[in-house]
């Protein structure tokens, strides 16, 4: 039974929805009065608080298990994520599933729960802002039974932007039904660097128009669901060799290349009134010539974002403990640098002590000021208003019932699955595969680590999926580096069947030797690279070859059906790929793709 306080708000808001402009305008007012008075009676060490977003162990904000305890005093020196909140306050918690906050969606609404109740029960209590990487595609923390859509670059693939808007507006109701308000997704880099080795097909692709349309329209989904978007990486990580996850990447884009290619997607997703964005940490010579990353970086952050881009919102760095923010100062001055910069939330700090302190110490010794730090919290506390938190902050064990993995949301993220997969070679018209003349499979190829939530591993899921189709379809496994002898247990095999289907991934020299190989047994092959669609180049004497963009479920047994014949492939690509023997030439540009009908 909703509260008087829920039925309140419904109430507002049906009123809000009938008011003149002038009106809403005066309720915004009010809002954000009411907010400034919250901000006036927070405590100094309660604002720095509501500045980090931190991880923390366990399935339980009360109970974790006994290694998630050892975790978190180790790393934090609390013992569960309810400790942690009475310590330090935090504004917001981020979900890995390597820290075992993701189950399954009930136990993460209950997680969801025991965090809101341990904050909002400290004085001047405030909901939390749980927030997590739900991408789709290769970066996921929540898994099945949730729906799980194809990443970006196989978005771009598939084109339209309503199935962008689509996959931000079920994604965002599921979210929001466990109780996570704030998703680091879309990416909004432009992939213009085949050998980026962080973003690749996390991307939507190499044509910043098309990148912005399907920014845009993902906002526009995720938001209308009622869960904040978070475009990633400003100013632009999609031209970077170097993962700055362990390095320090330089971007060498002139300012001139910068506003016509790195800025498109992040202007269109300002204009659709995204609530948040991610800094990257790299060096951008050209927009701040000091050598900082660009999440320390006043004349990126404040200069350019804020000022020439006009954005008020949310801006939260990428995570403080990746390499690229560390390399030129210290775990004490990155925070505090950061704020200097213009960013509002600190996300994952190395250790939270530190930074924490850090921050309050220079407050009190002058470097930062008290009402810059209410800056940052104001714009925190708006984006917390404007998600429901303060009105709703618990979900309810019906409602991820109701919503999570409904038998539609499984049939769109198919439905969109289909239109991605891209037919770039197909000799004598292999595809599709008859059940008459090609009934015995034989699926081989490399098995990378499944993305979480997903079953894995992709030589079995390809080969279920076969099956189902009719097929009599055998997995097996040969990694992404298999050995001679591996190579010929795999040609040995294909003596047996009447076609071959073969996973290349980011492909390395023995995987072509191992398709090479069973190119010349002269049984049928289909090869499909299942992450970056470069790998096609490699591999000229291959009669089909498609791209999947990933190596989830969804994306795999879309690949499928178009190898059965159940569905066309309709993907185009979003990036172009190069020749092997002279990367200066393109042997497929954007846009390439086959169809069945010619």
Same mark, same amino acid.
């Given at each position: 039974?909703?509260?008087?306080?829920?039925?309140?708000?419904?109430?507002?808001?049906?009123?809000?929805?009938?008011?003149?402009?002038?009106?809403?305008?005066?309720?915004?007012?009010?809002?954000?009065?009411?907010?400034?008075?919250?901000?006036?009676?927070?405590?100094?060490?309660?604002?720095?608080?509501?500045?980090?977003?931190?991880?923390?162990?366990?399935?339980?904000?009360?109970?974790?298990?006994?290694?998630?305890?050892?975790?978190?005093?180790?790393?934090?020196?609390?013992?569960?994520?309810?400790?942690?909140?009475?310590?330090?306050?935090?504004?917001?918690?981020?979900?890995?599933?390597?820290?075992?906050?993701?189950?399954?969606?009930?136990?993460?609404?209950?997680?969801?729960?025991?965090?809101?109740?341990?904050?909002?029960?400290?004085?001047?209590?405030?909901?939390?802002?749980?927030?997590?990487?739900?991408?789709?595609?290769?970066?996921?923390?929540?898994?099945?039974?949730?729906?799980?859509?194809?990443? @970006?670059?196989?978005?771009?693939?598939?084109?339209?932007?309503?199935?962008?808007?689509?996959?931000?507006?079920?994604?965002?109701?599921?979210?929001?039904?466990?109780?996570?308000?704030?998703?680091?997704?879309?990416?909004?880099?432009?992939?213009?660097?085949?050998?980026?080795?962080?973003?690749?097909?996390?991307?939507?692709?190499?044509?910043?128009?098309?990148?912005?349309?399907?920014?845009?329209?993902?906002?526009?989904?995720?938001?209308?669901?009622?869960?904040?978007?978070?475009?990633?990486?400003?100013?632009?990580?999609?031209?970077?060799?170097?993962?700055?996850?362990?390095?320090?990447?330089?971007?060498?884009?002139?300012?001139?290349?910068?506003?016509?290619?790195?800025?498109?997607?992040?202007?269109?997703?300002?204009?659709?009134?995204?609530?948040?964005?991610?800094?990257?940490?790299?060096?951008?010579?050209?927009?701040?010539?000091?050598?900082?990353?660009?999440?320390?970086?006043?004349?990126?952050?404040?200069?350019?974002?804020?000022?020439?881009?006009?954005?008020?919102?949310?801006?939260?760095?990428?995570?403080?403990?990746?390499?690229?923010?560390?390399?030129?100062?210290?775990?004490?001055?990155?925070?505090?640098?950061?704020?200097?910069?213009?960013?509002?939330?600190?996300?994952?700090?190395?250790?939270?002590?530190?930074?924490?302190?850090?921050?309050?110490?220079?407050?009190?010794?002058?470097?930062?000021?008290?009402?810059?730090?209410?800056?940052?919290?104001?714009?925190?506390?708006?984006?917390?208003?404007?998600?429901?938190?303060?009105?709703?902050?618990?979900?309810?064990?019906?409602?991820?019932?109701?919503?999570?993995?409904?038998?539609?949301?499984?049939?769109?993220?198919?439905?969109? @699955?289909?239109?991605?997969?891209?037919?770039?070679?197909?000799?004598?018209?292999?595809?599709?595969?008859?059940?008459?003349?090609?009934?015995?499979?034989?699926?081989?190829?490399?098995?990378?680590?499944?993305?979480?939530?997903?079953?894995?591993?992709?030589?079995?899921?390809?080969?279920?999926?076969?099956?189902?189709?009719?097929?009599?379809?055998?997995?097996?496994?040969?990694?992404?580096?298999?050995?001679?002898?591996?190579?010929?247990?795999?040609?040995?095999?294909?003596?047996?069947?009447?076609?071959?289907?073969?996973?290349?991934?980011?492909?390395?020299?023995?995987?072509?030797?191992?398709?090479?190989?069973?190119?010349?047994?002269?049984?049928?092959?289909?090869?499909?690279?299942?992450?970056?669609?470069?790998?096609?180049?490699?591999?000229?004497?291959?009669?089909?070859?498609?791209?999947?963009?990933?190596?989830?479920?969804?994306?795999?047994?879309?690949?499928?059906?178009?190898? @059965?014949?159940?569905?066309?492939?309709?993907?185009?690509?979003?990036?172009?790929?190069?020749?092997?023997?002279?990367?200066?030439?393109?042997?497929?540009?954007?846009?390439?793709?086959?169809?069945?009908?010619?």
């Amino acid at each position: 039974m909703p509260s008087r306080r829920t039925v309140l708000a419904a109430t507002a808001g049906v009123t809000a929805a009938l008011a003149v402009s002038g009106a809403a305008r005066a309720d915004d007012q009010q809002r954000d009065s009411r907010l400034r008075s919250l901000v006036s009676r927070m405590t100094l060490e309660e604002k720095v608080g509501q500045l980090f977003v931190m991880r923390v162990y366990g399935h339980s904000a009360t109970a974790p298990d006994q290694a998630d305890i050892d975790a978190n005093l180790k790393e934090i020196g609390v013992r569960t994520a309810a400790e942690m909140i009475a310590r330090y306050r935090v504004g917001g918690i981020i979900y890995f599933t390597w820290a075992h906050n993701t189950r399954d969606p009930h136990q993460i609404a209950d997680l969801s729960n025991g965090i809101q109740k341990a904050s909002l029960w400290q004085p001047r209590g405030l909901p939390v802002l749980i927030s997590t990487d739900q991408e789709h595609g290769i970066v996921c923390r929540v898994g099945e039974p949730a729906t799980l859509f194809p990443g @970006a670059m196989a978005m771009g693939a598939g084109g339209p932007r309503k199935d962008a808007r689509t996959l931000g507006r079920i994604a965002g109701q599921e979210l929001r039904a466990i109780g996570i308000r704030q998703n680091y997704s879309p990416v909004a880099d432009v992939n213009v660097n085949p050998a980026n080795p962080v973003i690749g097909v996390r991307s939507f692709g190499a044509d910043p128009q098309a990148v912005a349309g399907l920014v845009a329209a993902e906002v526009a989904g995720y938001q209308g669901a009622g869960v904040a978007a978070t475009a990633k990486h400003f100013p632009g990580h999609g031209d970077t060799a170097v993962d700055s996850h362990y390095g320090f990447p330089v971007i060498t884009h002139s300012r001139e290349l910068w506003e016509k290619l790195d800025a498109v997607p992040f202007r269109a997703a300002i204009r659709a009134g995204i609530d948040s964005i991610m800094t990257a940490h790299i060096q951008f010579p050209a927009l701040d010539a000091s050598g900082d990353p660009a999440t320390l970086s006043h004349p990126i952050l404040t200069g350019i974002l804020r000022g020439e881009l006009g954005y008020d919102g949310v801006v939260v760095t990428d995570s403080l403990g990746m390499e690229g923010v560390r390399t030129k100062y210290g775990d004490d001055r990155v925070p505090v640098l950061a704020l200097k910069a213009g960013v509002d939330q600190l996300l994952n700090p190395p250790s939270l002590d530190v930074a924490w302190n850090a921050v309050l110490g220079a407050v009190r010794d002058g470097e930062l000021t008290e009402a810059r730090l209410d800056e940052s919290v104001l714009r925190i506390l708006r984006l917390k208003a404007r998600r429901g938190l303060f009105e709703e902050p618990y979900v309810s064990q019906g409602g991820v019932t109701r919503t999570v993995g409904t038998p539609a949301h499984l049939a769109a993220a198919d439905r969109i @699955a289909e239109r991605t997969t891209t037919l770039l070679v197909n000799e004598r018209r292999l595809l599709p595969l008859s059940r008459r003349t090609h009934r015995r499979l034989l699926v081989v190829g490399a098995d990378p680590a499944s993305p979480s939530g997903t079953t894995g591993p992709p030589t079995g899921v390809l080969a279920a999926a076969l099956t189902a189709l009719g097929f009599t379809a055998t997995a097996l496994s040969t990694g992404t580096a298999p050995t001679a002898a591996v190579v010929a247990r795999a040609v040995a095999a294909a003596q047996d069947a009447d076609a071959v289907i073969v996973g290349t991934y980011n492909i390395t020299a023995a995987q072509k030797t191992l398709v090479e190989q069973l190119v010349a047994t002269g049984r049928p092959v289909v090869a499909i690279a299942i992450r970056n669609p470069y790998d096609v180049a490699q591999l000229p004497t291959v009669p089909a070859y498609l791209a999947t963009y990933s190596w989830t479920d969804v994306e795999l047994r879309a690949a499928a059906r178009v190898i @059965a014949g159940r569905a066309a492939p309709r993907g185009r690509l979003p990036v172009p790929v190069q020749r092997a023997d002279d990367p200066a030439k393109v042997l497929y540009p954007v846009g390439y793709g086959l169809s069945y009908g010619r």
